[in-house]
Structures are given as C-alpha cells and as structure tokens.
C-alpha cells in the first residue's frame, strides 16, 4: 500500500528488480553481502568491539516537503529521534476508530491466524497484524495526510506501509517488551537495507504511567547498538510474544540512559507518537486496571524496500514485511 500525495489510484509501485525477478535471489545476495561490509551488522556470534555505531543516515529527510508537521516539530523529531503530537483526533472520529478496533480484536476468525499473536499466558489477541488490509477504516487512516503527510517530511519520499497493526495492552494482564530497535530487527531479519522509516502510533486509550506506556531513550536514534546471538529459525513465531534476540546488552543500554535518559510520552486517547525507526523503546507490563492500546502503521521508502535478510536465513512472513505492491485479498 503506497500513500502518496497524488490520489491512490494513480499510484505505480516503481520496480526495484528486473520484470524477469521481481524479488532478489536470496542466496545470490547474501553473497554478494558478505563482499561489502555492513553498515549496521548485528546479530553477532561474540560482543561486538564497539557498544554502539554512529548512524549513516539522516533523520529528517524531506523538510522541503509540504505536510503537517512544522520545522520546529521537525527539529525535536531529528533531535529526539520522536514526537508527540496529543489530540490529533478526537470526538467522532475517535470513537469510530476504538470501535473498529474493538470489532477487529474480538473477531474469531483472526484468533489462531499467523497473522494476530496472543499474550504469553492466555489466549487473548495482543497484536493484529495487516490491519490497513483488514479493515477499510484503518486504510483510510492509513492514507490519512494528517499520518502518511507527517510520514512523508520525515522519510524525504512518498511512503508506502512496510507494517501495520493493532497492540493491546489489557489492565492487570498486559505484559510488557523488552528494549529493542525496531530497525535492528528489520534489517536483520527483513531486509531493510537503511533507516528510512518511521513509525506512527495513534493512541486508543488513555495512556498513563500506570497502564505501560510506551518509553523510548531520546537519542538513541542516532547510535546503532549492535545485538549478540544468531537469529533462530522462525524467531518471530517466538520474538512477537517476548523478544530475546536482538536486544542491546545491558551495559549498553546503561551507557545510553545514563547519556539521554527515557521519556514516555503519555497523553489522552487520539493523540500521535511518531519514533524513528531506530530509537530504542520498550514497555512495562500493564498492572492499572485501564486497558492500553493503539494502532501503528510503519512508513518506509520504496527505494529502503525489503531485499534478503542481514542476519537470518530468510525473511520473516509478508504481514511483517509487506512490500509497496502488496494487495489486501489474501488477508480478507
């Protein structure tokens, strides 16, 4: 799904690969990897010589470009690697989306499919995946200027939706996440090539330092931490549950607190988180009465589209990784 800032149905996913291939050979191009150094290698076999790597790519890379967001709002994203935008929907709008959701969350047929991932010690539905696919509200959203517009002055180009789902957090029994780099994992075990996406979450509920909101370290977006331990086979089937792979040691995690400090930016219901796709973030277990929840849509480049994996030996399932031309059938 390509959000532009032309009508939809004009949109033409631009190739990557020649007509004859439309996706790389996987082999073909871990080899030629192994030729040129990466730029962001993790998943290692022994602690790395460095804690953390400077980052290669900007972080703001379409100021130029018309949308939503202001300069000054541009700034503390490129400075804190986040911002926190409160009650950017609310009233109708809002409650017309906590309803989809809840309609989305207590549909059985979603319950035992690979794409929705219950909690550790029951069978509630934690995350959903695809949901921009699932359901039409969600996709308008998805479209919605006001997100992908926000999307676009930050990733520097028209985005398309790499991820999307819906994260709930239920009181008393919500469990929390451990820190991680959401990009260390897609470059890893996806195939991102560079840091050029951005993540949006739209808060659902009320978030408040009882409920496990989210924390993020300011900053950190702009040192790569790389992980030790190979990625297992099928690692998400296990990772979307409770990630062990692909998180920074605890002494670099303490050099990084220590440096920046965390923030957990909290707010009513309606308001938007936008975090770089390398800030380092995690939450603690619900133990408020209050639910948590919120819908997050993941922008990327076309051209930072997913090839052969860094440090896994093949990519991870489509409703992790979806490609610009995806389709929404095979999920309804």
């Keep these: 799904m390509t959000v532009k800032s032309t009508p939809l149905n004009a949109v033409t996913a631009h190739k990557q690969y020649s007509e004859m291939a439309d996706t790389p050979n996987v ?23 460095k804690t953390w790597l400077p980052r290669q ?8 470009l018309s949308g939503p967001l202001s300069q000054a709002q541009l700034d503390e994203f490129e400075r ?16 017309g ?57 930050i990733i520097g180009d028209d985005p398309y939706v790499h991820q999307s789902r819906i994260n709930y957090k239920p009181g008393f029994a919500g469990k929390g996440f451990n820190w991680h780099s959401d990009f260390e994992t897609w470059h890893a075990e ?30 950190s977006h702009k ?6 331990g190979e990625t297992p086979e099928d690692n998400h089937k296990s990772s979307l549950k409770a990630q062990e792979v692909g998180v920074p040691s605890p002494e670099a995690l303490t050099e ?37 929840s919120n819908v997050f849509f ?12 860094y440090a896994a030996a093949k990519q991870r399932p489509d409703f992790l990784a979806h490609s610009p031309d995806q389709q929404a059938q095979q999920y309804r």
């Design 97 to 153: 989306l906590r309803q989809e959701m809840k309609a989305l969350m207590s549909n059985d047929k979603y319950l035992n499919q690979d794409f929705s991932v219950t909690e550790p010690e029951s069978q509630e539905i934690r995350s959903l995946f695809a949901v921009h696919f699932l359901s039409e509200r969600l996709g308008k959203l998805a479209s919605d200027e006001r997100v992908a517009g926000a999307a676009r002055q």
């Design 80 to 95: 804190k690697g986040f911002l926190f935008i409160p009650n950017l929907i609310e009233g109708a709008e809002l409650e």
């Design 256 to 292: 990084l607190v220590a440096e920046h400090g965390i923030e957990a930016p909290k707010g009513k219901a309606g308001g938007l988180l936008l975090f770089d796709c390398n800030t380092l973030h995690a939450s603690n277990a619900n133990l408020s009465p209050d639910p948590r």
């Design 27 to 49: 082999h073909t191009t871990q080899v030629q990897r192994q030729q040129v150094q990466d730029a962001y290698p993790s998943r290692l076999t022994t602690p790395p010589e």
């Design 190 to 219: 996806d195939g991102m090539p560079a840091m050029h996406a951005v993540s949006a979450s739209l808060i659902l509920t009320d978030n408040h330092e009882f409920n496990g909101p989210l924390m993020l370290i300011p900053g």
């Design 57 to 64: 790519d900007a972080v703001v890379k379409g100021r130029q």
């Design 298 to 309: 993941v922008f990327n480049r076309q051209d930072n589209r997913c090839q052969a994996p």
């Design 223 to 228: 040192k790569f931490v790389p992980c030790v």
